[in-house]
């Protein structure tokens, strides 16, 4: 909504969807222009972030940040192998998956600088707040752009429908013209 995308229009949340192997229910389903999706996860594990902002030493610290990074990993490699892009017609082959700041991000990469490469390998796109918003806010463009593009057509199609009916009114004057040439 902060986009200027409209709930329930432009996007759907905790939408279900059944698969043989159960049910996925990503947070988010992002409708674009043409038909076509992007799957947003949000659902990010964050405790050993959290636990290594309690650690008594740094060492203590440092192994939870490591282990941040591994909990992102894991949950990337999950959405990777739900294929989201595969219960879902028309959705680019990738899922987006949300971390709530860009210090999650960050501390994750510090400890994993391959993580953001990983995942575009496995067809998962990590995001912040921030890139998100970027992503919601291309959406909402595709969206206008689709409206510009819709109206210029139904313009042409109306300017046409006039030109048209102007040619039959001068048909008609034409005809009262010489009917009334023929009068006089």
């Not at 993580?115 to 206008?144: C, F, K, M, Q």
Request: net charge negative; glycine share 6%.
């Amino acid at each position: 909504e902060l986009a200027g995308m409209v709930a329930h229009c432009d996007f759907a949340e905790q939408e279900c969807v059944e698969t043989e192997e159960g049910r996925l229910r990503p947070d988010m389903i992002i409708r674009l222009p043409g038909g076509r999706h992007i799957v947003v996860d949000a659902k990010a594990v964050l405790s050993a972030y959290l636990e290594a902002h309690e650690a008594a030493d740094q060492d203590q610290r440092q192994e939870r940040l490591r282990r941040h990074a591994v909990q992102v990993r894991m949950r990337m490699d999950q959405l990777s192998a739900k294929a989201y892009w595969n219960q879902f017609a028309q959705t680019p082959e990738i899922v987006v998956l949300f971390l709530p700041g860009e210090h999650f991000l960050a501390a994750a990469l510090e400890q994993d600088a391959k993580l953001s490469e990983d995942g575009y390998a496995r067809r998962v796109i990590l995001a912040t707040p921030n890139t998100l918003i970027a992503l919601l806010h291309a959406a909402a463009y595709g969206w206008r752009q689709e409206q510009l593009s819709e109206s210029a057509q139904q313009t042409g199609q109306l300017g046409k429908d006039l030109y048209e009916r102007m040619a039959v009114l001068a048909e008609h004057l034409e005809t009262v013209g010489q009917a009334l040439g023929k009068s006089v």
